[in-house]
Nanobody, 122 residues
Framework: QVQLEESGGGLVQAGGSLRLSCAAS????????MGWFRQAPGKEREFVAR????????DYADSVKGRFTISREYAKNTAYLQMNSLKPEDTAVYYC???????????????WGQGTQVTVSS
């Protein structure tokens, strides 16, 4: 089993920044891909960003391109999501996920964290 724990969420004003962290433990391997998803109130969970096992390949949702950056630190088995120029529409619960597939689809990820709330005020 793999355990994922997100942190770094909170309340921020529009235009501000937050950095989310996702720490992996258990039977986690650095060969796993890692991704971030989010779910806003009343909406379905959606893809935000992903990073490959090597860290050299990333992908972003159009809505966050140029504002969010995903990265990973192998020594700590941790992935990050740096979020800049935040907008009220970024308000959501953010989840990290991991698995062996290189994908933006939720169903391709095997393990999920509990989520961290991000609230952006206008």
């Amino acid at each position: 089993q793999v355990q994922l724990e997100e942190s770094g969420g909170g309340l921020v004003q529009a235009g501000g920044s937050l950095r989310l962290s996702c720490a992996a433990s258990g039977r986690f391997y650095i060969t796993y891909n890692m991704g971030w998803f989010r779910q806003a109130p009343g909406k379905e969970r959606e893809f935000v960003a992903r990073i490959s096992r090597s860290g050299g390949n990333t992908d972003y949702a159009d809505s966050v391109k140029g504002r969010f950056t995903i990265s990973r630190e192998y020594a700590k088995n941790t992935a990050y999501l740096q979020m800049n120029s935040l907008k009220p529409e970024d308000t959501a619960v953010y989840y990290c996920a991991t698995g062996t597939a290189v994908s933006t689809r939720q169903t391709d990820y095997d393990y999920w964290g509990q989520g961290t709330q991000v609230t952006v005020s206008s």
